[in-house]
Nanobody, 123 residues
Framework: VQLQASGGGSVQPGGTLRLSCAAS????????MGWFRQAPGKEREFVAA????????RYADSVKGRFTVSRDNFKNTLYLQMNRLKPEDTAVYFC?????????????????WGQGTQVTVSS
């Protein structure tokens, strides 16, 4: 499975961005997919995850109510809509896929990773 993330950029506080992650190589429609982020000098952390049917989602407390994760299984694409962005959201964002349909919020649980896309929130 290959994952390609895109959509990062620079925005002012309060702004919005939408990240996309295109999957190829093998269908991941039955797998849990997620977004993680890593700020300079910090460990990679969980942001959001979504189940194969799209009906179940999980979010880190820091992004609840501001970020929305979704997926289009026909297009094999994962999305992260980010609203009301804050400077502390600045990080490289990675999409990832498990080899399982079971939720997990830990980095080692995800087998497939995209290359990351930079999000910078600054005035």
């Amino acid at each position: 499975v290959q994952l390609q993330a895109s959509g990062g950029g620079s925005v002012q506080p309060g702004g919005t961005l939408r990240l996309s992650c295109a999957a190829s190589g093998r269908t991941v429609s039955t797998n849990v997919m997620g977004w993680f982020r890593q700020a300079p000098g910090k460990e990679r952390e969980f942001v959001a995850a979504i189940a194969w049917g799209g009906g179940g989602t999980r979010y880190a407390d820091s992004v609840k109510g501001r970020f929305t994760v979704s997926r289009d299984n026909f297009k094999n694409t994962l999305y992260l809509q980010m609203n009301r962005l804050k400077p502390e959201d600045t990080a490289v964002y990675f999409c990832a896929a498990r080899d399982s349909g079971v939720y997990d919020t830990t980095v080692p649980a995800y087998k497939y990773w995209g290359q990351g896309t930079q999000v910078t929130v600054s005035s």
